[in-house]
């Protein structure tokens, strides 16, 4: 009975006893360290990046979500005057399109995106490529929404374009709109227009880019 204990102790024990385990061991932890250690490092560069005040400086971002994570390799972004798409890993590829001819902006939200916290908005162009162009899954839908609407109506005001100029140059089906879309005539909140200063014979300076963190 003793030696019966003793050998099942032995035995449990033996993984640990083996000097070849504690290597597999050591290497496995060396890996996660220098794993954390490369993901800290491209996010402090993506931040910076982020902050560096260039005119490419993003104003808002976001990936196509599965599941509420951002596990696909869809890529949204907005600068100063464009909104990309970027898809792909090996074979990637890059649209874009100019903020002030986007048409109208419509939000969806079915039943499993509300549950993992996404949705869907799609753009309306105005663009003879990119008519049509769906942001799915993506982290806060409504503010995203709002946020697109006052910087696409500061691009129209900063570039000297009504809505109806927009709507008269586009050849495209508005049957979805049922009435209810931006037409560029809406007061933009928060927004003076940009006019020139009275006496001063030239325009107003143009005011800051909104970044999406600055949205109520």
Same mark, same amino acid.
């Given at each position: 009975?003793?030696?019966?204990?003793?050998?099942? @102790?032995?035995?449990?024990?033996?993984?640990?006893?083996?000097?070849?385990?504690?290597?597999?061991?050591?290497?496995?932890? &060396?890996?996660?360290?220098?794993?954390?250690?490369?993901?800290?490092?491209?996010?402090?560069?993506?931040?910076?990046?982020?902050?560096?005040?260039?005119?490419?400086?993003?104003?808002?971002?976001?990936?196509?979500?599965? &599941?509420?994570?951002?596990?696909?390799?869809?890529?949204?972004?907005?600068?100063?005057?464009?909104?990309?798409?970027?898809?792909?890993?090996?074979?990637?590829?890059?649209?874009?399109?100019?903020?002030?001819? #986007?048409?109208? #902006?419509? $939000?969806?939200? %079915?039943?499993?995106?509300?549950?993992?916290?996404?949705?869907?908005?799609?753009?309306? $162009? @105005?663009?003879?490529?990119?008519?049509?162009?769906?942001?799915?899954?993506?982290?806060?839908?409504?503010?995203?929404?709002?946020?697109?609407?006052?910087?696409?109506?500061?691009?129209?005001?900063?570039?000297?374009?009504?809505?109806?100029?927009?709507?008269?140059?586009?050849?495209?089906?508005?049957?979805?709109?049922?009435?209810?879309?931006?037409?560029?005539?809406?007061?933009?909140? %928060?927004?003076? *227009?940009?006019? *020139?200063?009275?006496?001063?014979?030239? @325009?107003?300076?143009? *005011? *800051?880019?909104?970044?999406?963190?600055?949205?109520?």
């Amino acid at each position: 009975m003793i030696r019966f204990a003793a050998e099942e @102790a032995a035995a449990s024990t033996g993984f640990f006893s083996d000097g070849k385990n504690w290597i597999y061991i050591g290497f496995g932890v &060396l890996f996660l360290v220098i794993l954390i250690l490369l993901i800290a490092v491209l996010a402090s560069r993506s931040k910076k990046k982020r902050n560096a005040g260039t005119p490419a400086e993003e104003l808002w971002h976001d990936r196509k979500r599965i &599941l509420g994570l951002p596990l696909s390799l869809t890529r949204y972004w907005i600068d100063h005057d464009r909104f990309y798409i970027k898809t792909g890993l090996f074979n990637r590829e890059i649209n874009e399109i100019l903020l002030y001819r #986007i048409l109208d #902006i419509q $939000s969806k939200r %079915n039943f499993g995106q509300i549950l993992c916290g996404v949705g869907t908005i799609t753009l309306f $162009s @105005a663009d003879q490529s990119n008519r049509t162009i769906k942001v799915e899954n993506i982290r806060k839908p409504t503010k995203v929404h709002r946020f697109l609407s006052e910087v696409v109506e500061r691009e129209r005001i900063e570039h000297g374009i009504a809505g109806r100029e927009m709507y008269g140059s586009a050849s495209i089906d508005m049957d979805h709109v049922d009435g209810a879309c931006d037409t560029g005539e809406h007061e933009l909140h %928060n927004v003076p *227009p940009v006019t *020139p200063q009275a006496g001063s014979g030239q @325009a107003a300076t143009p *005011p *800051p880019p909104l970044h999406f963190d600055d949205m109520k």
